[in-house]
């Protein structure tokens, strides 16, 4: 059943990811609309829970890590995409799978069988091959250091998880402090660049400053339609976490990560079949080795 749980995570995580690609292209500010997704997928996981009634307990309260780690990841990612080459931060982010599978195993002791680890070593390759197909360069490396730290983060939030369950926290109190937690700091990073746009603003002496602020300003989409369209997203990340945590509690944690990683199977059908984007044979050969690797997971579970 994790299988299922971890496939449908990597589903969800390629919508979200296209959703995240459109939006880019529309002007929305980042901040803000990340900071509608948490009050959106916040707003659910309330509402949910008053009807369902879940236990708060001690567990529970990682979701405030898992939130703040969230952010941290979040954050850097955006960062090293509007700083380096993105072929270069895929494969970074990508690799997130060795942290958890390292931590996991320095945690838990938690090992793999030889076929379970050849089954990793194959859809992680896949990964790295749709990764590494656009024409990497390691001559651009502009960015990198915050695709690390949003490598090292998604992974930690991975591990996070995988805590919260096992110390018998109920999902959807999880839930709601991870994303309140989440959408505080974004609310607080979009303010405080608010208030930095408008002190640069103030210090203008150029008489047609506030001018070049109105333009700036009509081209922007109003806030309460990013605040919208950030809720709408909330959806996918509210999915994606009420099957993700069961699937590190009945999965072994580095498989359940590796195949989560997959999602980049969507978002390149979407780059070839929507954006019509030509599609490199070493991303056809990442694309049938992390199906390969899925099938073999099914196969030894």
């Given at each position: 059943m994790w299988l299922i749980f971890a496939i449908c995570v990597a589903i969800i995580y390629g919508v979200r990811a296209?959703?995240?690609?459109?939006?880019?292209r529309k002007g929305f500010d980042r901040?803000?609309?990340?900071?509608?997704?948490?009050?959106?997928?916040?707003?659910?996981?309330?509402?949910?829970?008053?009807?369902?009634?879940?236990?708060?307990?001690?567990?529970?309260?990682?979701?405030?890590?898992?939130?703040?780690f969230a952010y941290v990841s979040n954050s850097s990612m955006y960062k090293a995409y509007a700083a380096g080459k993105a072929s270069l931060i895929a494969i970074l982010i990508g690799?997130?799978?060795?942290?958890?599978?390292?931590?996991?195993?320095?945690?838990?002791?938690e090992t793999m069988s030889l076929g379970q680890?050849?089954?990793?070593?194959?859809?992680?390759?896949?990964?790295?091959?749709?990764?590494?197909?656009?024409?990497?360069?390691?001559?651009?490396?502009?960015?990198?250091?915050?695709?690390?730290?949003?490598?090292?983060?998604?992974?930690?939030?991975?591990?996070l998880c995988k805590i919260s369950v096992l110390q018998g926290a109920e999902t959807l109190p999880t839930l709601?402090?991870?994303?309140?937690?989440?959408?505080?700091?974004?609310?607080?990073?979009?303010?405080w660049q608010q208030s930095k746009e408008r002190g640069r603003t103030d210090r203008s002496e150029h008489p047609h400053a506030g001018g070049n602020g109105k333009v700036i300003e009509a081209a922007t989409p109003a806030t309460h339609r990013t605040l919208l369209w950030g809720m709408t997203i909330g959806l996918t990340n509210f999915l994606a976490m009420i099957?993700?945590?069961?699937?590190?509690?009945?999965?072994?944690?580095?498989?359940?990560?590796?195949?989560?990683?997959?999602n980049i199977?969507?978002?390149?059908?979407?780059?070839?079949?929507?954006?019509?984007?030509?599609?490199?044979?070493?991303?056809?050969?990442?694309?049938?080795?992390?199906?390969?690797?899925?099938?073999?997971?099914?196969l030894l579970s």
């Open positions: 296209i959703m995240f690609q459109w939006s880019s901040n803000l609309l990340l900071l509608g997704a948490y009050i959106g997928a916040f707003l659910l996981s309330v509402i949910l829970n008053l009807f369902i009634g879940q236990v708060w307990n001690s567990g529970a309260l990682l979701g405030i890590w898992v939130g703040a690799t997130s799978p060795l942290v958890v599978t390292s931590l996991s195993f320095l945690l838990w002791r680890g050849l089954a990793f070593l194959t859809i992680f390759s896949g990964v790295f091959l749709i990764s590494y197909s656009n024409q990497l360069s390691w001559r651009h490396l502009q960015g990198s250091q915050w695709g690390l730290l949003a490598m090292l983060f998604f992974g930690m939030t991975d591990i709601i402090l991870m994303f309140g937690t989440g959408a505080i700091l974004f609310f607080a990073t979009w303010r099957f993700i945590l069961p699937a590190f509690k009945l999965g072994v944690t580095g498989l359940v990560s590796a195949i989560i990683s997959g199977l969507l978002i390149v059908l979407y780059a070839r079949v929507v954006l019509k984007e030509k599609m490199a044979q070493t991303e056809m050969l990442g694309i049938a080795l992390i199906f390969g690797g899925v099938i073999a997971i099914k």
